[in-house]
């Protein structure tokens, strides 16, 4: 009987700990908002998915990593249809998955009046932008079956526009282009923090192997 009235007693102290705790708190809309947005985006389809902005008055962008994220999802929407979006549950990696004609079309595109890239220089300032987070750029096209023609054509393809990607201002390392295996006619992009190479961070890591 003394086991079970210490059991009760340890158990109101902790709940009365909490209920204390409870009142002390205060809900902040900045901070629940990404919590949300995980919880959707883990348990809701991929063309099911809305995303909680958060309060009118947001963060600035650098202290919002998913922030850049949303932006350069947000322009591939309005730009190409039948696209497929999925980001992580930390809001800081972006996969898309699109036709590959359609993409190819936009990022060729240019503006009638001037004949400036509106779609590859919208990217580019979106990845590479000094005071946010900055973004590398994995592009994989899928092609299928062992056709040579098809693989080095897209292959072809696929160089060129990083060759444009990098003509319009994004650094070399910043982007990866090729081909893989999987459902033919579609690319894949995927957009991951970038993080310069560390010559002193490497050597340390290094230092005891």
């Known amino acids: 009987m003394a086991n079970q009235y210490l059991g009760l007693s340890l158990f109101l102290m902790l709940l009365s700990f909490f209920i204390i705790l409870n009142s002390m708190s205060e809900f902040k809309q900045d901070k629940a908002a990404p919590v949300l947005n995980s919880l959707t985006l883990a348990f809701t389809p991929d063309d099911e998915v809305k995303l909680d902005a958060g309060p009118t008055e947001a963060p600035a962008p650098a202290e919002r990593e998913g922030s850049t994220l949303d932006?350069?999802?947000?322009?591939?929407?309005?730009?190409?249809?039948?696209?497929?979006?999925?980001?992580?549950?930390?809001?800081?990696?972006?996969?898309?998955?699109?036709?590959?004609?359609?993409?190819?079309?936009?990022?060729?595109?240019?503006?009638?009046?001037?004949?400036?890239?509106?779609?590859?220089?919208?990217?580019?300032?979106?990845?590479?932008?000094?005071?946010?987070?900055?973004?590398?750029?994995?592009?994989?096209?899928?092609?299928?079956?062992?056709?040579?023609?098809?693989?080095?054509?897209?292959?072809?393809?696929?160089?060129?526009?990083?060759?444009?990607?990098?003509?319009?201002?994004?650094?070399?390392?910043?982007?990866?282009?090729?081909?893989?295996?999987?459902?033919?006619?579609?690319?894949e992009l995927h957009f991951r923090p970038f993080k310069r190479f560390d010559a002193k961070t490497f050597e340390e890591a290094t230092r005891d192997e």
Do not use: H
């Open 71 to 187: 932006k350069i999802q947000g322009l591939f929407n309005a730009q190409i249809s039948g696209l497929k979006a999925k980001q992580n549950r930390m809001g800081t990696e972006l996969r898309l998955k699109m036709n590959r004609d359609a993409f190819m079309a936009e990022a060729n595109s240019t503006l009638a009046g001037d004949g400036s890239a509106f779609f590859l220089d919208t990217l580019v300032s979106l990845i590479d932008t000094q005071n946010t987070a900055r973004y590398k750029m994995d592009m994989v096209a899928s092609v299928a079956g062992d056709d040579r023609a098809t693989r080095e054509s897209v292959a072809q393809d696929m160089s060129a526009l990083a060759g444009k990607l990098e003509a319009a201002g994004l650094p070399q390392n910043m982007i990866s282009a090729g081909i893989g295996e999987g459902e033919a006619g579609t690319v």
